[in-house]
């Protein structure tokens, strides 16, 4: 994964990026009155990072939003040992210069994640794109993060925008196809939140990693670990909850939806739990309302759609209105979602180089509306070993030829499932806790 491109950059690039700009200023005379920026760059001049570092407070005073003397103090706190202040400093100056400096948004980053500071990163990269919209890279690098973090919810959006603006290779495309989990090896957040102790939010993918195992009350401990800490961490608070399904411990899920903040119902996995809460309580009409839900969220998600289908079977007390032909398409759906997972483990298996694997995943993409997505995988198709069997530019001209510049990213035309809308069926009894 892209990610760890991010994590192992060398913080030497941030030293050499700060001292662009500083200016050999002669040393002042004794009878000149001596400005706090005068004073800095003398120190800078002799190599005297600590006296130089002395004088930050004063020379922020006086030019706290020019961007170039923030850019020479964060130099001035990394080179006297203190990489944190000049990650602060480094991200200050890119907001003082309205983020157009895509070069310094990647060395802040480079900057905060050296010192553990990974979340705060992302956060940072947030800013960075909705300030500058257009900005590829720094989208590309919060795509990355993001899945580096398993988080979708945030990840998603951006590697659309990347696909739909033609910067999109192979790593992207497998990241954002999908449909699991597939959490970074722990060993590298470890030492990210061995450098910030204080902040713990990177050691969610490890929680992860205990609910794949089936280690429930270690996951459990891990995510309330993190918690009381970051009680605001929607991520976590959402782990919590799949994870106490997980380990039956329906009987806790009141007083975990009594914790909920922040944006907690953007998650597909916050109305999944709901779902699996309201199917044991044999609530088959809000369990499907909630299924519905996640599936709104992310129709990628194939669980949510299982769970859709079982819980539409069970309805009798309230009027979903399904047809037929929805429950056929679901099942459709289902099916084709089973066989991409399947198809891109395959391809990754084979070292990402399988051009037959490859038509395979976009032929699927295809068939479940995907249509942006599926061309974009045709087109890196073409560029990988060639493969006598499989007639690429056949399969392209056929998706190409369903699409136009008004193609949305999900078409739903042929698609009930996706048109199917339940949104008139009642929540379960703990959604309306919070």
């Known amino acids: 994964m892209r990610t760890s491109i991010a994590l192992g950059l060398q913080i030497f690039v941030i030293a ?3 001292c ?3 200016k050999r200023n002669r040393a002042p005379q004794d009878d000149e009155p001596t400005s706090p920026l005068a004073a800095l760059n ?3 001049r002799q190599g005297r990072w600590d006296e130089a570092w002395r004088l930050s407070d004063a020379v922020l005073n006086e030019h706290r939003d020019d961007h170039q003397v923030l850019a020479k103090l964060a130099r001035v706190a990394f080179e006297s040992d203190h990489p944190s202040e000049s990650a602060d400093l480094l991200m200050a100056a890119c907001r003082a210069e309205a983020f157009e400096n895509e070069t310094r948004i ?12 990974l979340l705060d990163a992302i956060d940072f990269l947030t800013a960075a794109v909705t300030a500058q919209p257009e900005q590829l890279q720094t989208r590309r690098l919060i795509f990355d993060l993001s899945m580096g973090m398993e988080n979708r919810t945030l990840a998603e959006p951006h590697g659309r925008y990347l696909v739909l603006n033609r910067r999109f290779d192979v790593e992207l495309l497998t990241s954002l196809c999908n449909t699991g989990r597939n959490p970074p090896e722990p060993d590298s957040l470890a030492k990210i939140v061995a450098r910030n102790p204080n902040d713990k939010r990177p ?3 490890q929680a992860m990693i205990a609910m794949e195992q089936g280690l429930y009350a270690d996951a459990i401990v891990k995510l309330e670990e993190i918690l009381d800490s970051h009680p605001k961490s929607v991520q976590s608070q959402i782990l919590l909850g799949e994870a106490m399904v997980a380990a039956g411990k329906f009987d806790s899920l009141d007083s975990w939806a009594d914790r909920l ?10 109305w999944q739990t709901l779902g699996d809460w309201a199917s044991h309580q044999n609530d088959h009409c809000g369990a499907a309302r909630s299924y519905w839900e996640a599936t709104q969220r992310d129709s990628y998600v194939v669980d949510a759609w299982v769970g859709l289908r079982t819980e ?3 309805l009798q007390d309230c009027d979903a209105n399904v047809t037929p032909e929805t429950l056929e398409s679901i099942d459709r759906c289902i099916e084709r979602l089973k066989r991409l997972r399947q198809a891109r483990h395959r391809f990754v298996r084979s070292r990402s180089i399988s051009r037959a694997t490859a038509v395979e995943i976009a032929l699927i993409l295809s068939d479940l509306g995907r249509l942006w997505e599926a061309e974009a995988w045709l087109t890196v198709a073409l560029t990988l070993p060639e493969d006598p069997s499989t007639d690429v530019t056949a399969a392209r001209e056929a998706v190409v030829s369903k699409m136009s510049k008004q193609t949305p990213w999900q078409v739903q035309q042929g698609h009930p499932e996706l048109q199917l809308d339940l949104s008139h069926l009642a929540l379960p009894a703990v959604a309306h806790r919070n």
Do not use: T
């Open 106 to 117: 990647q060395q802040s980053v480079v900057a905060a994640i050296f010192v553990g500071r």
């Open 16 to 18: 050499a990026a700060c």
């Open 42 to 44: 003398e120190e800078i």
């Open 312 to 314: 539409l079977n069970q």
């Open 20 to 22: 662009g700009g500083c």
């Open 261 to 270: 903040q922040g944006a907690y119902k953007d998650e597909v996995g916050y």
């Open 203 to 205: 050691l969610i993918p």
